[in-house]
């Protein structure tokens, strides 16, 4: 008699309030498809109270791991056996994995923005300007002072979460951390060589907007990052361009987070092309 096929998939997915405009679901079911895996990616609606059953559903239902998003990648530690040592520094989590019956959090939100600058510039010896200081940034500035980034001055309107996260670098990392106020175009300091957009400003529709930063200050050579990832190509990274900056996109970063992710689920290295590709298609103007 032949052996009657598994009819169990694997499962993993991502718990998020609003999770409506999540576009992990279509960049992860491709690259399932893609490698032949039976798994799927399953996009779920959990408001915050809520949190706690939705973990522990996943655990009883044998899931390989989800991701959080907003506003559950604080709230979630509460929930897991461990979490990893970078997700601890940080103090958030947005990528659960199943080891051996534990759920362990980890972060692949600064990875993410590390392994996709890598492809275009050696983070190490680097000295940043950190626009922001909200989860993104946290995530960013962390990993990559760990990879080797000499200095961060974090650039935040308010003064007390930007004085927290510089504190933070100087005290878990290597990497030197200052604070500068926001008010007004912020000049980029001459020996800057990395500047990196981590708010949402530019993201569609208020595809105009730029962050509040004077174009003159960037110059040629320098890399210019934004996490936005729609539209790929925002109004700050045109402006960096036609400055002669070498320009980074969110893509990049949505991109390397779901490979890393996914590697963590699976043991696969995924086709990083695939999974762009159906970013790009979904971002498309047309």
């Not at 694997?10 to 679901?25: Q, Y």
């Not at 498809?33 to 939705?54: K, M, S, T, W």
């Not at 990528?95 to 510039?121: H, K, Q, S």
Request: net charge negative; aromatic share 4%; proline share 8%.
């Amino acid at each position: 008699m032949r052996e009657p096929p598994s009819f169990l998939s694997m499962l993993t997915g991502s718990f998020a309030s609003p999770a409506a405009e999540n576009p992990t679901v279509a960049m992860m079911e491709a690259a399932y498809r893609h490698h032949g895996l039976d798994a799927r990616y399953i996009n779920c609606e959990v408001a915050p109270r809520d949190l706690g059953d939705a973990v522990r559903g996943a655990r009883a239902m044998g899931w390989a791991g989800f991701n959080c998003s907003i506003p559950h990648k604080v709230a979630v530690l509460a929930h897991l056996d461990d979490v990893a040592p970078s997700a601890q520094i940080i103090g958030a989590v947005n990528c659960v994995v199943r080891r051996d019956g534990a759920l362990i959090g980890e972060n692949t939100d600064g990875l993410g923005f590390v392994r996709a600058l890598a492809a275009v510039t050696a983070p190490a010896g680097q000295s940043m300007v950190l626009l922001g200081a909200g989860g993104a940034a946290r995530a960013i500035a962390v990993e990559s002072a760990l990879a080797g980034v000499a200095s961060i001055t974090v650039v935040n309107r308010d003064r007390e979460r930007g004085e927290e996260l510089a504190a933070l670098i100087e005290r878990r990392t290597l990497a030197s951390a200052r604070f500068a106020p926001w008010h007004g175009p912020f000049l980029v300091p001459d020996e800057t060589t990395l500047v990196v957009n981590a708010t949402p400003v530019g993201l569609y529709p208020d595809t105009a907007a730029r962050p509040d930063v004077d174009p003159g200050s960037l110059r040629p050579g320098m890399t210019v990052a934004d996490v936005v990832p729609n539209p790929p190509r925002t109004a700050f990274l045109s402006d960096a361009a036609g400055r002669g900056c070498v320009t980074l996109d969110g893509l990049a970063m949505l991109v390397n987070q779901g490979v890393i992710g996914m590697r963590h689920w699976t043991g696969i290295d995924p086709d990083p092309a695939v999974m762009r590709d159906v970013l790009e298609k979904l971002f498309s103007p047309g």
